[in-house]
């Protein structure tokens, strides 16, 4: 995922040293493909998930017998409520789910795992998404970190999948078979979130999600020649971000869209 997203970036990179910070004659048209979706995975609050993990279909965390709260996969199900499975301390210990809808590259972030917060510093695992319960798992994350962590398709060469695995991707010192019933050891997983379910995502959040792409294009803290420079620069890069959802939504919507995120960046003093 890191590498696409980097590969991205010098795509991007190039087109943002080439016309659009700090030349008033604005970009000079860049191909289509310039204009990828920003991957904008990393931690998150406030998501509102479209739906959750269904059943779970394949685990490997050895020690299943033992009966607790943090050992019992099932937890993972459902909304997040802080009642979580923990993966182990083993690197490769995983649980599989799959969610009740198809989960597809959208807007912004795809889906959510809900780790829980139990101040540890051993929540390090890696997110893969397939289509079919037991094979074709790609890789669209590597989290290290607690917390709720959002998840972005783009760049991952993934583009849609119902059956989400969870890995433990690293050991963690001390851990040992016999004590993984009596502790949370690994990645406590208590939910996994759809936010798109569609490649269309939500009308009403399209103004934020396509402004955060644009301002990678035009970083609000580049230098312009002057503020009409970087309006133009916004106008430009929300035409192109847009243009793929014309598919999705009527051009009255799309222009709505695309004035809202300019509308917003024209008010600031950037190149001011
Ligand atoms: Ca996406
Ligand atoms: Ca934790
Ligand atoms: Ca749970």
Redesign the pocket.
């Known amino acids: 995922m890191r590498i696409g997203a980097f590969a991205l970036a010098l795509v991007l990179g190039a087109f943002l040293n080439a016309g659009c910070s700090g030349d008033g004659s604005g970009p000079t048209g860049p191909t289509l493909a310039a204009f990828s979706l920003y991957n904008v995975s990393g931690p998150c609050t406030d998501v509102d998930p479209l739906g959750w993990a269904a059943e779970v279909t394949d685990v490997d965390r050895r020690n299943t017998e033992c009966d607790t709260t943090w050992t019992d996969p099932e937890?993972?199900?459902?909304?997040?409520?802080?009642?979580?499975v923990s993966l182990g301390g083993d690197s490769a210990n995983s649980v599989t789910v799959r969610m009740d809808e198809e989960i597809f590259d959208g807007p912004g972030s795809d889906l959510v795992v809900?780790e829980a917060v139990t101040s540890e510093d051993d929540a390090h695992y890696d997110v893969y998404l397939s289509n079919s319960p037991d094979s074709g798992f790609e890789l669209v994350a590597s989290v290290s970190t607690e917390g709720a962590y959002c998840i972005d398709l783009a760049g991952t060469g993934v583009t849609s999948g119902q059956y989400v695995k969870l890995v433990q991707n690293r050991h963690v010192d001390g851990f040992a078979v016999e004590n993984e019933c009596d502790s949370t050891w690994g990645a406590d997983?208590?939910?996994v979130g759809i936010l798109n379910n569609d490649v269309c995502g939500d009308l009403e959040t399209l103004c934020d999600e396509i402004g955060v792409q644009v301002d990678m294009v035009c970083p609000p803290d580049d230098y312009y020649r002057n503020h009409g420079a970087y309006v133009s620069c916004v106008a430009h890069a929300a035409t192109e971000f847009l243009r793929e959802f014309k598919q999705c939504y009527t051009e009255e919507e799309i222009e709505e869209v695309h004035g809202c995120i300019v509308s917003q960046r024209a008010r600031t003093d950037i190149g001011k």
């Open positions: 937890s993972i199900l459902g909304p997040d409520d802080a009642e979580f809900y997983i208590d939910a």
